[in-house]
């Protein structure tokens, strides 16, 4: 089976610090992607990878970024975190960008 | 706008309930839908529909797709506790773009 795993279940940041959340997947999947789901608003897509080094922007990309130096981690990055970021972060990987596999997902919240 | 809509948004049953989610999209080239249940934390796969008319069933769940009326159901029957989740569905649009994702249906099942 396919594993995905995001380093933490729940962060606590204060506002203005640079946050990392970490994603790992074991099955040399060439794409991979970053939600954050909240109540009401369902799965948004911050930003998604089909290779090494390669990003795109995906629907709500403000106050983010990303790294994928290697193919198997994708790592999104909030440059100074805000209370409008506290939300679930959910990490998925595919082969055919059909069926994704998630990961686990993390609690952050920024107060 | 959006392009995938579920409904109901959130629903109660009573164990043993039959239960009809739905889910309608608009899309460019639709190449598949896919349901994924949401417990506690990552979204798991459910079905992957591809062709009008052909029912894809596991166990109680079941789901088929109207390409023509562009939108699919997903029935769960003899509903038990353990149904409890968020059902997300999500469509796959043409070429190299992420899945969209509707907001999801939160079923609570009670004894």
């Known amino acids: 089976d396919v594993k995905v795993t995001q380093s933490s279940r729940y962060l606590v940041k204060r506002t203005g610090e640079k946050v990392f959340l970490e994603c790992v997947q074991d099955?040399?999947?060439?794409?991979m992607f970053w939600y954050r789901q909240d109540p009401g608003l369902g799965l948004r897509l911050i930003y998604f990878s089909y290779d090494v080094k390669m990003k795109e922007k995906g629907d709500i990309p403000e106050g983010y970024s990303v790294s994928r130096e290697k193919k198997e981690r994708f790592s999104l990055i909030l440059e100074s975190a805000s209370t409008n970021q506290t939300s679930m972060y959910l990490c998925a990987s595919s082969l055919n960008l059909a069926g994704y596999t998630f990961g686990s997902g993390t609690r952050l919240t920024v107060v | 706008e959006d392009k995938v809509v579920q409904s109901p948004l959130s629903l109660v049953v009573h164990e043993g309930d039959t239960v009809t989610l739905n889910c309608s999209y608009e899309?460019?080239?639709?190449?598949?839908l896919l349901w994924y249940k949401q417990e506690k934390k990552a979204p798991t796969f459910l079905f992957m529909l591809?062709?009008?008319?052909i029912e894809k069933k596991s166990g109680r769940l079941s789901s088929i797709l109207d390409k023509k009326e562009l939108f699919s159901i997903l029935n769960i029957t003899a509903t038990q506790t353990g149904d409890s989740a968020v059902y997300l569905c999500a469509v796959h649009d043409s070429g190299n773009t992420p899945l969209v994702f509707g907001k999801g249906t939160r079923l609570s099942v009670i004894a």
């Open positions: 591809t062709s009008s008319g």
């Open positions: 899309v460019t080239n639709f190449r598949s």
């Open positions: 099955m040399d999947h060439e794409n």
